[in-house]
């Protein structure tokens, strides 16, 4: 796989390649503003300017002053007392993208910490080692980056090319003595948004994907119910001015164009249902929010997120406290696309219930090729159903949840990772819903094989996912159907026609 190259700021895309096992490269500009920040942390130490986390407690006890033979002690501590997160470890692609953005974070030059701390990182990455990463912890960052943390002081565990060791072995296998760590690292390196952005990142990723299918998938559940395309003509689609619209418009039309079953359905109604009918708006409005939550996240990666920041000079050190790691517009972000994928689901299991239900879709019952003796997939609809209304649990936004942490000194939280986790976590349930419509759609395709030929653009969809699961007849699982056309569309976008 190519390498991704760090130099001013990674995007959202970079960052993504990386959780998905690109190398990591930084540039000389780059190490040399890491150098030169860490030069300013060691001039603040020598000549005692009062710095938050570098030679004060953290949180409430920032008042607190700590000499300076207790600073390398206080890093340390800062490690392994914020380290506290519970729950099932996170994925090794989402701890891949936290660690890329933290090297991000601090290759803007204004966190402090040595280069052994960043290359060591980096070769985490480049060597696939993933820090053990408790997935629950978090109200804002911290939980999240101190498990990342551990190993670097040979602390923890993680998993190393895929077999657990511990943050003592892992540091050996790479070759790297465990990290003393000197002022302001600790906190610096459990500090920022690079858990959110990280994780927005992969968000985002699979979003974009999922969007693709949603309109692929779409395109095929409309040819196998007849629907009127007039709906979706780009003249019409034009009075709504939207990108998002017009794009799905076009994915529509460029999938149905020729198919001999919607033009057997011309004007069999006058219009279709809305969840037919409004797909370029629901799918298109997804677009739209993407495209801006992908230019916050980018806004992110290019923002010094660390607190406090350090400038100047080794001759003319800054240190500046602030509140860059605060991210309420990330967390809004992150929460509006959970909004957003929720809403297509939700039309997505209406359409599945319109292929299952006899009354209106033309079909056998519920797709069974024996009704009555085969339920078909009248319970996939049930699971759809399921899965949508936890989607609407999901859609209450982190960002609203407030709290108070540390003695009242932080006493605004704007939950950016939490609103991280709910979007992954309503993507899972999002690509199961449209892989169950998916499954759903190309099973109608089955009856429809004598009454006219489907769109080349429709049909290389039908055998893409004919080529993993057969027509369903009853006789097996159909759970084991429909994780499998789900892993299909994980597997890369959907086909389009030579």
Known sequence: MHSVILDRALDWRGV??????????????????????????????????????????????????????????LSRNIVLSHACGIGPLLAPREVRAIITAQ???????????????????????????????????????????????????????????GRRVTGAQAMASLGIAPLVLQA????????????AMGLGSVALARAERLLDWADATAAVTLEAL??????????????????????????????????????????ARTQDALSLRAIPHAHGAGRDVFDTVASVVDQELASVTDNPAVSGTPDAPVVSSEAHAVAPALAQALDSLTIALAQIALMSERRIDRLVNPLVSGLPAFLAVDPGAGSGFMIAQYTA???????????????????????????????????????????DNAEQIVAIELAAA????????DVAARAVGTDVIYRHVRAVVPTYGDDRPLGWDLETVRDRMRSGPPPVAA
């Not at 130490?45 to 600073?71: K, M």
């Open 16 to 73: 993504a390649a990386v959780a998905d096992g690109a190398k990591l490269a930084i540039s000389d500009a780059a190490w040399s503003r890491i150098d030169r920040a860490s030069r300013i942390v060691s001039a603040i130490v020598e000549n005692g300017v009062r710095a938050y986390g570098v030679n004060t407690g953290v949180g409430a006890l920032a008042d607190t002053v700590v000499d300076r033979p207790s600073q390398s002690r």
């Open 103 to 161: 090297i991000g974070n601090f290759a803007h030059g204004h966190s402090g910490v040595r280069r052994e701390v960043v290359a060591a990182l980096q070769a985490f990455l480049n060597e696939d080692c993933i820090p053990d990463v408790s997935s629950k912890g978090s109200a804002g960052y911290l939980t999240h980056n101190a498990h990342i943390a551990l190993v670097l002081i040979g602390e923890g565990s993680a998993h190393l090319k």
């Open 184 to 195: 302001k690292e600790g906190l610096s390196l459990v500090n920022g948004t690079a858990c």
């Open 226 to 267: 007849g629907c009127q395309m007039a709906a979706f003509d780009a003249e019409v689609l034009a009075l709504r001015p939207s990108k998002g619209i017009q794009t799905v418009g076009h994915s529509l039309r460029q999938r149905l164009a020729g198919s001999g079953l919607i033009e057997a359905a011309k004007g």
């Open 442 to 449: 190309v099973q109608a395709q089955d009856f429809k094989g």
């Open 385 to 427: 159903a399921a899965l949508s209304a936890e989607n609407r649990r999901l859609g209450a936004p982190a960002s609203l949840d407030g709290g108070i942490t540390s003695a009242l000194q932080e006493d605004f939280l704007s939950h950016q990772t939490g609103a991280a986790n709910k979007a992954l976590a309503l993507l």
